[in-house]
């Protein structure tokens, strides 16, 4: 698919997402949301068809994004409060879609991420940051509101941090970002990509079938009571267990080979085919 605003790339079962509006550092307006919702969703359909196992998200330029474009909410005074909502809830929609996705998802960050580009980290599943790099959920700052990522970076961070820090708007550094749990690896920029790698590595060696139950695991239990998680955890690993993707998990790690779904057996056979 054809984007004005973002770069995508297909590389094997890894899809690599850039947020391309580099002079207002990748800042995003009603147009850039349409187009990342899209890509959300041309991605899922991806994932179900079996053909990507992995998305990363980066930005281009300085920095990996700036979050709401301030122009664009600065002229939403002339609308409505019907377009109001319609606007905020198209913004809503792009992060639940992303958070949705049924494959790991990592955010690569660099330079800043504030405001919604903090809401964008907090809907990957792995975020790694630069050392150099800045957060902030900077929307007091502006008079406005950290309103449609709340539940996600919530779901990160916890309410102690979201008190200090939704509150003041104050920015902070990488390493108080991995403190709070909306980063998980800290590294040189200069060791940003390799990091990325790494992760993505790791996760083409789980099953994507249970990569995908394993996110959709965590957003079920979440809100549950031990007592009330029970039925639910327990079909989930009864079904798991049962399951092809299972059942070549379990029998490859009792005959010590590698799984066929591995990246690793992946390139065992092509070195068998070519070599
Ligand atoms: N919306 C619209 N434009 C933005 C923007 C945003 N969120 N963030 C940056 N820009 C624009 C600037 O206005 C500037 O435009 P200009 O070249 O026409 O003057 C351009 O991007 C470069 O910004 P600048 O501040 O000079 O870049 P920098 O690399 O020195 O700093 C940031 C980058 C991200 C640290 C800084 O721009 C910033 O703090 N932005 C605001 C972030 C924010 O509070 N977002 C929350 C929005 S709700």
Known sequence: ????????????????????????????????????????????????????????????????????????????????????????????????????????????????????????????????????????????????????????????????AARELFLTGARFSAARAREIGLVHAVVPEVELDGAVDGYVHELLSAGPRAVAAAKALIADVWPRSVADAMMVTASAIAERRVSPEGQEGLRAFLEKRTPGWSEAKHAEDTKGRHG
């Open 1 to 160: 698919m054809a984007y004005e605003f973002l770069e995508s790339r297909r590389d094997g079962p890894v899809e690599r997402l850039t947020l391309n509006r580099p002079d207002v550092r990748n800042a995003f307006n009603e147009d850039v949301i349409a187009e990342l919702t899209a890509w959300a969703e041309a991605t899922r359909e991806a994932a179900e068809r079996g053909e990507v196992r992995v998305a990363a998200i980066a930005g281009a330029g300085k920095v990996f994004c700036a979050g709401a474009d301030v122009t664009w909410m600065a002229k939403t005074v002339r609308y409505s409060r019907e377009e109001n909502l319609d606007d905020a809830k198209a913004a809503s929609r792009m992060f639940a879609a992303i958070n949705g996705l049924p494959i790991a998802v990592i955010g690569r960050i660099h330079g800043a991420a504030l405001g919604g580009g903090a809401g964008l980290a907090a809907v990957c599943d792995i975020v790694v940051a630069a050392d150099s790099a800045l957060f902030g959920f900077t929307e007091t700052k502006l008079g406005i509101l950290p309103a449609v990522i709340s539940p996600f970076a919530l779901a990160k961070i916890g309410r102690s």
